[in-house]
């Protein structure tokens, strides 16, 4: 039964109906609440109707957060957010899909998926809320951990690790749209996730979003963040303005104009046609051509390569 | 030896063209009405090395390889003793070999077989351009009675579009060939053909995993993400211009990971999706299986194995991942493990995995193996199946929606996004009915046995195994060891031994109310399987009820299982019963 203040919900959304009625287990004072506020005014902003948006997350603190929204959800397995979302914005073209994590679901046991996600150009958009730590298994270092970070029992003398370089590695994997947000500034961070969700391929932003329980001096990074990154599509460009980054300059480093992916397109056919290479016919079999006909050269001499793994 | 029917094997180092010879033929013998099965042995090289196109040509469907080899032909010798083994030769067989490469080699010539020399090398040079593979053809094709039509219909086919030149440098070598059968002494020809009465069946030519391909497509699949690994990636070759021809996709993913978690993205989406992998690939896959049970995601997996365990035996076959399938997950976590047993089975087994997946929203395996998946054959057109991804789906949620009610069946309508009012998050964690997050046990408990009793309290048909035959003694059996026990039984029948065969295609669940039934009367068994450990076997005691009087009979790969040792062990067990 719709009433009249239903009517109104479905016509003009507000921020606060893309939250769900599931509480956050995350720390007070945690970055991600205000991540969680930016992502609801943004998909505002756009008006996009929640059952046509698709969140997906791994594991982890931040991976919590398409419970607490109020659009479709899926919380995967840890570090898989990226290919559910790839398979899901493929094969769903019509969705918005947002898939989002920490640093550690991203980076370390995601890093490779999310090196092909920025190749792969699917249109989707990827949040990383980035606070250097494993908050969930009660702080242990991550990716993005500086390499004196002495914090954690499992590295006691810090990891002594490079740093993992999110937007460096987007920059070199082909991510055509990159950015750098503050959770601190849910305004900011919504106006970058409004776009980057319009925006016709992999968009993806690191969130600088403090851990107050195990990095509590993160606190401090409303005093060092500060804007600075001119959005660019010449690829020089946005790699000297990281070479300047004290890892806490925000805005848009980079935004190219390349085309998203789009799978293979056929001539439409049924499948009947499509069993009938298989009879046996007037003509007999039809030759197949994989894995056994090369037929390279004149009498067939040669067979195909053998495949081995 | 199965009656009228020929196995022979061309064996040459990779280059020489014995695949493509052996191809030919089968498509030509296919072209003359015959029916047959070409199997591929080769090692692990990329070009080089040993290879064998292995075939079994009869008037009548063939369900796998014969104890021996009736004609053996080697265009060279390089690296025949690292898979003699494969190629069983006994005084019956003939041994065809070029003088011009050296003596016939001790482990080949203590066969017994007879030997016969053709100067293969010699009468090539007497062809300009000629190619000592479409010698050897030509005189195989005569040597068995293949008529020199089809092959040239069939050659047309393969090389028509290479010119009139290549294609007569071609028949010139077949014709070449051809005039050395008579230096052949012995009769190789399949007794003639039966005068076909009333309208022939439609036969096709296709390989299991093609088989698997189409099977996924007839099921509803209209997405697939697959990393290649060997034997599975003909399925995911196959199906990536098949696909979006009927409006879906494939992707070629980064890793196993991936492949199975985009699966699991599009099929959330509502896309009946499917990927194929073997032993390494599947073992990556795992814990995302597990994620597809909690979460109630359907999905299907053809695990096309091969030896293992590690990286194995890439290119050879073997039964040895049925463990893992059925006992890989973490956590109690119940799902469909379905094993077709033969090379058309692939196409049923498939497209049914998909019906069963879509129906209870749980993931599917499918336990094929690379005798079948790679194996071509000339079968009777498939009966076609109207198994078809249904899905439960809730096109209209209210207020109260759950995604995961427990409901009679253990099934719950799924929102698809898009669906308005439907909102929810799929979760791997453990969850309420709502899907939230919880750790309550009761809610654990609950969902649970959601999750068991849908796949425990489905019907699933006569279809969970093939059982054929009467009799006290019966052969418990799976997968493509189907073909040689029901070869066996054929055998022990002629010998008066009577058994029945139960060869189990739903391996997971199990149905042991089924399995009563078709054990009734059974007081001995023979369980057949291509593991070293026994792994069905073990499984089978693990969850049935079996005879007092069980006999394992189990090897494994890369040799194939063979009729005769099957038959063997039937012997056996009937006369510890006359005993």
């Not at chain 1, 979302?85 to 640093?103: E, F, W």
């Not at chain 1, 925000?250 to 056919?269: C, F, M, W």
């Not at chain 2, 016969?116 to 009468?123: D, F, R």
């Not at chain 2, 692939?346 to 094929?368: F, N, Y």
């Amino acid at each position: 039964m719709s009433t009249c203040a239903d009517q109104i919900k479905t016509t003009e959304l507000k921020a606060k109906d893309y939250k769900s009625d599931t509480k956050p287990v995350w720390c007070p004072g945690c970055g991600d609440f205000g991540v969680l506020n930016a992502i609801t005014k943004a998909l505002a902003a756009l008006q996009l109707p929640r059952e046509d948006v698709a969140f997906v997350s791994g594991i982890g603190c931040s991976s919590r957060i398409p419970a607490y929204s109020a659009v479709y959800g899926f919380h995967g397995v840890h570090g898989r957010a990226l290919p559910v979302a790839s398979g899901l914005a493929v094969s769903r073209p019509d969705l918005t899909v947002l898939a989002a994590g920490g640093d550690g679901d991203g980076f370390s046991i995601g890093g490779n998926h999310f090196m092909h996600a920025c190749r792969r150009n699917v249109n989707l958009t990827y949040l990383v809320m980035d606070n250097a730590v494993y908050g969930m298994t009660k702080g242990q270092a991550s990716p993005t951990t500086e390499s004196d970070w002495a914090g954690s029992k499992l590295t006691p003398e810090g990891p002594g690790l490079a740093q993992f370089q999110p937007l460096e590695i987007a920059l070199s994997a082909g991510a055509p749209y990159i950015a750098r947000c503050f959770s601190g500034d849910p305004n900011g961070l919504a106006q970058r996730l409004t776009e980057a969700l319009a925006f016709p391929g992999f968009a993806f932003i690191q969130v600088l979003s403090p851990c107050v329980t195990y990095r509590p001096e993160q606190k401090e990074y409303k005093k060092l963040v500060h804007p600075g990154f001119e959005p660019t599509a010449d690829r020089r460009e946005a790699f000297m303005q990281l070479m300047d980054d004290d890892g806490f300059t925000t805005g848009v480093l980079y935004k190219a104009d390349i085309p998203a992916y789009q799978p293979d397109r056929a001539e439409p056919s049924d499948l009947d046609t499509i069993a009938r290479q298989f009879r046996v016919g007037e003509h007999g079999p039809k030759p197949v051509t994989n894995p056994y006909y090369p037929c390279s050269e004149a009498g067939c001499a040669v067979d195909p390569p053998v495949p081995e793994d | 030896m199965q009656a009228n029917s020929l196995s022979l094997a061309l064996i040459g180092s990779g280059g020489t063209g014995v695949m493509t010879a052996g191809q030919i033929l089968l498509d030509a013998a296919a072209q003359a009405g015959w029916y047959g099965l070409m199997t591929r042995s080769f090692g692990p090289q990329i070009r080089g090395g040993e290879a064998a196109a292995i075939l079994r040509l009869a008037h009548h469907p063939i369900q796998g390889q014969d104890d021996h080899l009736d004609l053996f032909l080697a265009l060279d010798w390089g690296n025949i003793e690292r898979f003699a083994a494969e190629l069983p030769l006994a005084e019956h067989s003939t041994v065809i070999a070029d003088p011009a490469q050296g003596d016939v080699p001790q482990v080949i010539a203590r066969t017994g077989a007879r030997q016969a020399m053709v100067p293969l090398k010699e009468v090539t040079k007497s062809v300009k351009g000629g190619r000592a593979n479409m010698v050897a053809l030509g005189l195989v094709a005569e040597l068995i009675g293949l008529p020199r039509a089809a092959l040239m219909q069939t050659l047309n086919k393969v090389l028509g579009r290479k010119g009139e030149d290549v294609l007569q440098t071609a028949e010139a070598c077949l014709q070449a060939g051809a005039e050395q059968a008579k230096a052949v002494d012995t009769s190789l020809a399949l007794e003639a053909k039966p005068t076909p009465e009333g309208e022939q069946p439609e036969r096709w030519a296709l390989t299991g995993n093609e088989a698997a391909g189409l099977g996924a497509l007839r099921g509803g699949v209209r997405f697939s993400a697959a990393y290649p690994i060997t034997p599975s990636t003909d399925i995911v070759e196959w199906l990536a211009p098949e696909l979006p021809k009927l409006g879906g996709c494939l992707v070629q993913a980064e890793d196993e990971l991936s492949a199975i978690n985009m699966c699991l993205g599009a099929s959330f989406g509502g896309t009946p999706s499917i990927t194929a992998t073997s032993g390494p690939g599947l073992a990556l896959m795992i814990e995302t299986l597990g994620l597809a049970v909690a979460s109630e995601t359907p999905v299907v997996v053809v695990d096309v194995m091969r030896g293992g365990p590690s990286t194995g035996i890439p290119t050879k076959s073997e039964q040895s991942d049925l463990n893992i399938a059925l006992y890989g997950l973490h956590g109690d976590a119940p799902h469909l493990v379905v094993a077709p047993n033969s090379i058309t089975d692939c196409l049923a087994a498939t497209q049914w995995s998909v019906h069963l997946a879509e129906a209870l929203q749980t993931p599917a395996l499918v336990l094929s193996d690379q005798a079948m998946g790679q194996a071509r054959a000339i079968v009777d057109k498939p009966i076609p199946m109207d198994w078809k991804a249904e899905r439960r789906t809730a096109d209209k949620p209210g207020e109260d929606y759950l995604r995961y009610r427990i409901t009679d069946d253990g099934v719950s309508p799924m929102a698809i996004p898009g669906t308005v009012g439907g909102v929810y998050t799929a979760d791997g964690l453990e969850h309420a009915e709502r899907g939230t997050p919880s750790s309550q046990a009761d809610h654990h408990q609950g969902q649970l046995d959601k999750r068991l009793h849908k796949l425990t309290g489905y019907d699933y048909g006569e279809y969970w195994a093939d059982i054929e035959g009467e009799g006290e003694l019966a052969v418990i059996t799976w997968g493509s060891s189907t073909g040689p026990v029901r070869e066996a039984l054929d055998r022990a029948r002629a010998e008066g031994i009577t058994a029945r065969l139960i060869s189990v295609r739903l391996l997971s669940p199990v149905q042991p109310e089924a399995m009563a039934e078709a054990l009734r009367g059974v007081s001995r068994a023979l369980v057949v399987e291509q593991t070293h450990g026994g792994q069905f076997h073990h499984y089978l005691r693990a969850h049935y009820d079996l005879p007092a009087t069980v006999q394992a009979f189990h090897h494994p790969g890369p040799l194939a299982i063979r009729p005769g040792e099957v038959l063997e062990q039937l012997r056996q067990l009937a006369q510890q019963e006359a005993a």
